[in-house]
């Protein structure tokens, strides 16, 4: 069986200009000859963060309910967004946390880096844990946010996982790394 290679980059340009992303198209050849055009969706980073509240009947999550274009339905969800340009993903996941949900972390841990979809897409997902999260303030939404937090039981969150809101992809592949920073996974 034949060892996959670094395609080359013969040339690229931008195809469209989406505001939120861009697309664009890359001409790239393989050594054994193989050549061929790919598009490709250009995003900034995104961060998204766990964020945990101990409390007497255990650990709860901050989660968030939305609705999302995409789907056209509402989703629950961990807080994040888009990494601003020279922003240092930690700095962004606290600054969502607190603009989307009113909560504070003491700590906040990174739990791994995702590809969105490599295929495709250029972007990088952070995941990371927000522990000792208080609540400090009001919402300070954007322009189009309209969020909803929820305080979920831990073992309920992971529970639902797939169910008709709870399908977010990104958000099961970060509750998994927070399994795994827990020691549930064998």
């Known amino acids: 069986m034949a060892k996959p290679s670094d395609w080359k980059e013969l040339g690229s340009g931008r195809i469209a200009d989406c505001r939120i992303f861009d697309v664009s198209s890359s001409d790239r050849a393989c050594p054994d ?11 900034p980073d995104w961060a998204g963060v766990i964020p945990v509240v101990d409390t007497p009947e255990g650990r709860k999550f901050v989660m968030i309910r939305q609705f999302r ?19 240092d ?18 700590l906040v841990v990174p739990l791994g880096l995702l590809s969105p979809n490599p295929a495709f897409m250029t972007n990088t997902f952070h995941a990371f844990i927000a522990e000792g999260c208080i609540l400090e303030r009001p919402q300070a939404l954007d322009e189009h946010e ?23 992809a990104l958000m099961t592949a970060t509750l998994f790394l927070y399994m795994r920073y827990r020691g549930f996974c064998p």
């Open 146 to 168: 309209d969020i909803e937090v929820l305080l979920v039981p831990e073992h309920e969150a992971i529970d639902l996982v797939g169910a008709e809101d709870y399908g977010h």
């Open 33 to 43: 000859g193989k050549r061929g055009t790919f598009f490709l969706v250009n995003a």
């Open 89 to 106: 993903p930690a700095q962004a996941v606290a600054r969502e946390l607190l603009e989307e949900t009113g909560y504070r972390a003491d």
């Open 69 to 87: 274009h995409g789907t056209g339905r509402l989703s629950v969800e961990f807080p994040g967004g888009i990494v601003d340009q020279g922003e």
